[in-house]
């Protein structure tokens, strides 16, 4: 899988700013750092209750 750089990354944000405008993007970036928060959350729930069970 080919690595993100910092030119792909400014298109990417470049492109996002022309779909959403600049007033969305700050509600954007937090839905999506509260998505990653709870997603890595339940991972590490359910590592531990798998962890729980094997024993």
């Not at 080919?2 to 700013?17: H, N, R, T």
């Not at 890595?40 to 729980?52: D, I, L, Q, R």
Request: hydrophobic share 40%; proline share 7%; no cysteine.
């Amino acid at each position: 899988m080919p690595s993100i750089g910092f030119p792909e990354l400014l298109l990417i944000l470049g492109i996002a700013l022309l779909i959403f405008g600049p007033r969305k993007l700050p509600e954007l970036g937090s839905a999506l750092g509260r998505t990653i928060k709870e997603f890595k959350k339940g991972v590490k729930e359910e590592a531990s209750s798998s962890a729980e069970e094997k024993k």
